[in-house]
């Protein structure tokens, strides 16, 4: 049995048991209180119910003469202490007789003084009671003269009469038994509900020690809407991301040892060459070996790109920067690859188009890397085109560009187009995958690295915009991205 299941046991049964005892003790109190209010305010009524014997015994004998047995019985049917005085209220009568113990006396202000004197361990004992104001009830003969008074005596120190005690009694006994049903309701419940909290948990920390063994297929069951199901599918779409970025690591280590295998072994291969005589070390075999070196070279450091951005490493310089300028400049460097391949190379941008705000040296990372893909994919003849605007919420990809990592500003949508064979529909959300090619011969000749995609999706987003491609077959791909314009 865990700890926690204690602990938590523990806590539901402790403030169930504190709640049930709180409400049998108040409610005893109350209970009580409110008997003892009740008595006292009946007791008026009882002596106007019952002085009508004692005036019917006057007018019977004319006098108190043998009234104690009638009191007595009196006082036992209602369960009353009484005193009977006669009209200048010298005492007549008692009843019950342990009355007769005490000690009265009627005060000029009406109050009636009660004494007891006990002996308690060879000492003398007195006890004093004054009753302000005494209940009574003056009883009258049939000429309407006062022949006497009956008073009411409550039990000197607030003590109850048997009969109250054992209602009160009988009350207690079954807020008792009441509280000892509860309170056993109140385990049993708790038992059931740590179990039920804990079970969820059992099943997460069961479903996580098995995948810190290595198994990234399991998953826990996310049942109904409160915390419990919500951190369940959160741990199974944890599950479903470790799977992905497991099956991407894989794909990535192959991908980078089938990149790095594929120049080495053209470098091993020319350079055996060369130590057996059978390729002179020309201009021409240096060059090749060379060239092979730089395509390593271009290799590592697209991969340390990727790395930084993963690892939030990139220190963008932000700032308030020209498109079109930055545009211009990135058709120029690549005329010279566009001209090679007879692709010409367009720059639509307005003007007084707004800046944005974005680092220059990755701005023209992002152009240069979009407008070489779409050189490199161009048959000759074609053409790739280099276009901005300020987004007005009615383009094409208005859904996803309202849906930026910034919101609350503005946004330029920079397009690279081209005319060339266009992407499958199979292969266009894969496009931004490291080291995807849509070549399946994956020719390094006409695929590149395979990361300049991946590595404009990073630079973008790390700008706050969004990148996304639309493409059909035979009718050339665009690539669109977005940045925020600058404040």
Known sequence: MSSLYLRLLVVIVGVSLLAVIMVALISSRTTTTEFQRFVKSDDGTDLERLRGDLQTYYEQHGSWDGVAPVLDRISQLSGKQLVLTGPRQAVVAVAPASLQDLNMRFMPDGNLELERRRESGGKLRVEQFVLANPIHS??????GDVIGRLYLVPVMNDELTQNEKRFLGSVNKSLLIAAAASAALALLAAFFLARRILRPVNALTSAAQRMKSGDLTVRVPARGGDELADLARSF??????????EELRRNLVSDVAHELRTPLTSIRCQLEAMQDGIVAPNHETITAIHDEAMQLNRLVEDLQELALADAAQFSLNLQAVSVKDQAEQVSRSL????NERAVAIEVCI???????RADQGRLKQILTNLLQNAITHTA???RATLSAQLDTGNEIGAAIVREQTTPGCSWIEVRVEDSGAGIAPEHLPRIFDRFFRTD?????????????????KQLVELHGGRVW????LGQGTTIRFTLPVAT
């Open 236 to 245: 199974n779409s944890m599950a479903d991301a470790m799977v992905h970025t």
């Open 440 to 456: 399946e011969s994956r020719s390094r000749a006409t695929g590149g690295s395979g990361l300049g995609l991946a590595i404009v």
């Open 138 to 143: 003056e009883l009258h003969n049939s000429a």
């Open 335 to 338: 005329s010279s690859l566009a």
């Open 469 to 472: 491609a639309e493409s059909q």
């Open 350 to 356: 307005p003007d007084d188009l707004p800046l944005v």
């Open 380 to 382: 000759a003849g074609g």
